[in-house]
């Protein structure tokens, strides 16, 4: 695998689309985009986002050919880690036992947000024996059929027209955030409240009991960046390039 830093998103984006016009389209270019919530910001990450960040660093534990295109700062900004990627991931084969509400307990946990629909990578929804999912490095969601608690089918389908499109052997589950959230250690508990006011240290509260038993809710997301520790760096393997565009801009830009 090869990186390539660029110092400006602007730039990598450029920097991308120059690859793809010299390489083609069927090149393993890679994208890593920078998230675009400020520290402290309550905006929910943008999903393409997150599903591009996601696959660049699965592509990259998996020591596969490609070229991952990051700018500083997305490079900076944290990560999954080998380790706790590889603790996240799994593998759903029809012939499977599976519980439903503890399954969608798990895809919580793992950053997918439980929907009526689902339309978007990182969604889940349940209608009776069916559960859909869309894990952000699949190129479409999955149906999961049950019959009682058993995986009786596994079908991708088109979530426009909701419509299946055809039926897999077997489907890999990636996690939908870039953090896990019951840590190792007493990072969470270092935390500081002591200067909030009454509403919001009872918010903040609530919320790092929740991380601390390892279960999503819906503003989760604000806590990635203090959660997330790794960088691309960390599964890049050893031997592999990186290339710096402008290295001084690069380093401005830090």
């Not at 929910?44 to 990051?70: I, K, M, N, Q, Y």
């Not at 706790?84 to 593998?91: N, R, T, W």
């Not at 990578?121 to 869309?134: H, K, T, W």
């Amino acid at each position: 695998p090869l990186l390539v830093v660029a110092p400006r998103e602007d730039r990598a984006e450029a920097l991308l689309e120059e690859l793809f016009a010299w390489l083609g389209e069927g090149a393993p270019l890679v994208p890593f985009p920078q998230r675009d919530s400020l520290p402290y910001e309550r905006l929910a990450p943008d999903h393409e986002a997150v599903r591009d960040r996601l696959t660049a660093v699965s592509r990259l534990a998996a020591g596969g050919r490609c070229v991952v295109v990051a700018s500083a700062m997305a490079l900076a900004q944290g990560t999954l880690s080998p380790a706790e990627l590889a603790a996240s991931a799994g593998v759903l084969k029809p012939g499977d036992r599976l519980e439903p509400d503890g399954f969608l307990a798990r895809l919580s946990a793992l950053g997918y947000s439980i929907e009526p629909l689902v339309e978007h990578p990182g969604q889940a929804s349940r209608r009776g024996g069916i559960i859909d999912v869309f894990p952000p490095q699949a190129e479409a969601p999955l149906r999961i059929e049950l019959l009682g608690r058993e995986v009786e089918s596994l079908r991708r389908f088109d979530p426009a027209s909701q419509r299946s499109v055809g039926p897999v052997d077997s489907a890999p589950l990636g996690p939908a955030r870039e953090a896990v959230l019951a840590p190792d250690g007493d990072g969470l508990a270092a935390l500081d409240l002591s200067g909030l006011s009454g509403e919001a240290r009872e918010r903040f509260g609530e919320e790092l009991a929740l991380l601390h038993a390892g279960a999503g809710f819906p503003a989760d997301y604000f806590y990635v960046p203090f959660l997330a520790r790794a960088t691309l760096l960390d599964p890049l393997p050893a031997g592999a390039a990186v290339v710096i565009d402008e290295e001084s801009e690069a380093a401005a830009a830090l």
